[in-house]
């Protein structure tokens, strides 16, 4: 099974994936997190990928569709693409990519949030840089305040969820995502679900559209 998450940022689909990923199997592949570990290498690539991220940007397309190319290549159980595609040229990177390796898409499904929600996510989020679990400081707090409770890692705030980088990150993807959406609707394997709902109601849904 391989599947695409769209949506905006702070629509829960990193947190989803994960909980889809165990069910299923699957791989989480998150551009997002695999970005931030090429940040982490103190690369020249990783400090041109850090002046785009900080600001909310999306990074240039060559340097995300190599990363991606070179996971679908290493996959060999089915994914979930967490990010990917954010745009159309990206879109159309992966049909050839995927064609070309004979894997289908099953589903992509498209998370429908409201900009109170998102906000309110993306301003709470915690994360463990070391074992990259996602918390909220309201909703979804560890047992120990600021500590990760599954590797003890010191929980920190992304660069990216502070407000001004939030404020540039939705407008990118409302200015992005609509041809995108058109794109897989036109494919018949778009499937919208309440990306307001929490991650066990909405685990529910998901899990009965692909169990279908
Ligand atoms: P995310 O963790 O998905 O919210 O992504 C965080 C940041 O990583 C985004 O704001 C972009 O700067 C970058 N990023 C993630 N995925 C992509 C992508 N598919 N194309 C370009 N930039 C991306």
């Known amino acids: 099974m391989n599947l695409i998450f769209l949506g905006p940022p702070g629509a829960g689909k990193g947190t989803q994936a994960k909980v889809v990923c165990k069910h299923f199997n699957l791989e989480h592949i998150s551009t997002g997190d695999l970005l931030r570990s090429v940040v982490k290498s103190n690369s020249l690539i990783g400090e041109k990928t850090r002046e785009f991220m900080n600001?909310?940007?999306l990074v240039p397309d060559e340097i995300v569709v190599e990363i991606v190319a070179q996971e679908i290549k290493k996959n060999s159980k089915g994914f979930i693409l967490d990010g990917f595609?954010?745009?159309?040229?990206q879109s159309e990177f992966l049909e050839s990519a995927l064609s070309s390796a004979d894997i289908f898409l099953n589903k992509v499904f498209n998370f429908i949030t409201s900009p109170e929600k998102v906000v309110d996510r993306l301003s709470g989020r915690r994360v463990c840089p070391k074992c990259?679990?996602?918390y909220h400081i309201k909703n979804m707090p560890p047992l120990e305040e600021g500590i990760c409770d599954k590797c003890a890692g010191i929980l920190a705030q992304r660069d990216d969820d502070?407000?001004?980088?939030?404020?540039e990150r939705l407008r990118v993807?409302?200015?992005?995502s609509?041809?995108?959406i058109s794109y897989y609707q036109e494919k018949g394997i778009l499937c919208d679900v309440d990306g307001d709902l929490n991650v066990e109601p909405l685990f529910g849904i998901i899990k009965e559209i692909l169990e279908i």
């Open 132 to 134: 990259r679990a996602i």
């Open 178 to 180: 609509e041809p995108l």
């Open 85 to 89: 595609p954010r745009n159309l040229a």
């Open 55 to 57: 600001k909310g940007l």
């Open 173 to 176: 993807y409302k200015q992005l």
């Open 162 to 167: 502070k407000e001004e980088a939030i404020k």
